[in-house]
């Protein structure tokens, strides 16, 4: 490897406080450019950190992260999600994980970070899950399911906090949601919920990616779930809303409904599909004609004429706009004209 | 556990998350939301920088944008960010939001003037977030 010209770079920050993605980028490269790599010979997929500057440049300033967090500095590197090593689900929502140069230490395997000493940084690396399995390994706590997430960025000293930008995926969001059982069952209670909209179409139909927010109607424990969100929320740097329940006022008809998933402290239910066919019918926004289309197909309607019987069935006939109507004959006009 | 706050997502973010592939809607969603989310007097911040240049491909998802801003600035009584004025946020040719004809009128008669004005219509609601 090669080494870059050493240079003289500001200090990183400590305790928590903002920088902005570029600082980070440049303290985080410059004091690597000084110290060379540090981390194992034989892990495969170290990079130089002139080589990492594409990859910073692309996460980081690109947008897939929003803003870096400088956390509390850790004795030693820890996850970025505050060192909650033994918790894989933790994780999932960041997509990019701290690896520690390695030294092997027995310090790598404790449950909590200590946060009363400063490291300053050593180096980083990048690393794809599949190219460090046996940094990996020594990792029990990460998962080898966890692969598809190329991305590991990796440095030493410091943790960072890394801000989402992106939408959460259902395996995220289904982490979030068992993190929110999980509060509600230390409170003794077990809370329900029924998914709608975006939340339905990523985590019960998977014909999205990923969702921005968990759109859901709180039948059992409403002000319970509340806090549990939020506290989740907190722990995980989400929006305060990113499970909430104002989609509550546009049920105008209960659906039928049937569990989709129970975790301990929440059940999670899902309602018939022709229902969301005609939320997002009636909401008519341009965003929902792609999952119109979807689910029209999904349904097996053929005519506009089965998929307004549906509409009709959940939305009152007061609220049938001629817009709405036009909106679903035009889902059939290539079948029709 | 340390904590943060969440930061919000300002329209040039908007863009480059769409050029990277996100679902368009779902990033201008997101704008929309931190948007509402924000105090008022805070909401310019959101704006203030100019959009990336896009790629061809995404130019009119830049033109909406830009249309995006100056409505919500409007229905907020902020001043316009100068960017959004540049004539590349123009389109050459109509773009319905809605396939099909049958709201093709509605379109044209709803749409808010800063999306009229640079060649999109999509009615009344294409900010609407329910």
């Known amino acids: 490897m090669r080494r870059a010209a050493a240079r003289r770079v500001p200090p990183l920050p400590h305790k928590r406080q903002l920088v902005s993605p570029r600082a980070l980028v440049e303290s985080v490269l410059g004091e690597r450019a000084d110290n060379q790599v540090d981390g194992p010979s034989d892990e495969p997929g170290l990079s130089h950190a002139e080589h990492l500057r594409p990859l910073f440049e692309k996460q980081i300033l690109g947008g897939t992260y929003r803003e870096v967090l400088a956390y509390e500095p850790c004795h030693a590197m820890s996850l970025p999600v505050g060192g909650q090593l033994m918790d894989s689900d933790r994780l999932v929502p960041y997509g990019a994980v701290a690896v520690v140069p390695v030294r092997r230490a027995p310090v790598y395997m404790r449950a909590k970070p200590t946060t009363n000493r400063q490291v300053t940084i050593r180096g980083i690396c990048s690393a794809h899950w599949g190219s460090s399995r046996r940094l990996h390994r020594r990792h029990e706590h990460v998962s080898q399911s966890r692969s598809s997430r190329l991305t590991t960025l990796a440095w030493a000293g410091q943790s960072w906090w890394f801000r989402r930008l992106q939408p959460m995926h259902h395996d995220e969001i289904e982490g979030y949601l068992r993190e929110v059982g999980r509060h509600l069952h230390a409170e003794g209670l077990t809370g329900e919920i029924l998914i709608v909209v975006g939340a339905y179409m990523t985590l019960v139909l998977r014909k999205r990616d990923a969702t921005k927010d968990v759109d859901a109607y709180f039948a059992r ?65 341009p965003a929902d004609v792609s999952d119109l289309l979807t689910l029209s197909a999904e349904l097996g309607f053929t005519s506009a004429e089965d998929a307004l019987a549906i509409v009709k069935r959940y939305v009152p006939d007061r609220l049938l706009t001629p817009r709405v109507q036009y909106l679903v004959e035009d889902l059939f006009a290539d079948e029709h004209n | 556990m340390s904590t943060t706050e969440y930061r919000p997502q300002s329209a040039a973010e908007t863009l480059a998350r769409i050029v990277e592939g996100v679902d368009p809607w779902r990033a201008i969603g997101q704008f929309v939301d931190d948007w509402r989310r924000m105090p008022v007097a805070q909401r310019p911040l959101l704006c203030e920088a100019p959009l990336p240049s896009p790629p061809a491909e995404h130019a009119r998802w830049a033109a909406l944008l830009a249309a995006a801003v100056e409505w919500l600035c409007a229905q907020d009584g902020l001043s316009f960010p100068d960017w959004t004025s540049r004539s590349e946020y123009r389109l050459a040719e109509p773009w319905f939001l809605y396939p099909g004809w049958r709201l093709r009128a509605w379109q044209l008669f709803e749409t808010p003037a800063p999306f009229r004005m640079r060649n999109i219509f999509g009615g009344d609601r294409i900010l609407a977030r329910v």
């Open chain 1, 221 to 285: 424990h409403p002000e319970a779930i509340r806090r549990a969100a939020a506290r989740v929320a907190k722990d995980n740097g989400l929006p305060d809303d990113w499970l909430n329940d104002a989609v509550k006022g546009f049920l105008y008809v209960q659906p039928q409904n049937r569990p989709w998933m129970e975790f301990p402290g929440l059940r999670v239910y899902a309602p018939d599909p022709a229902y969301i066919f005609a939320m997002k019918a009636f909401a008519g926004r």
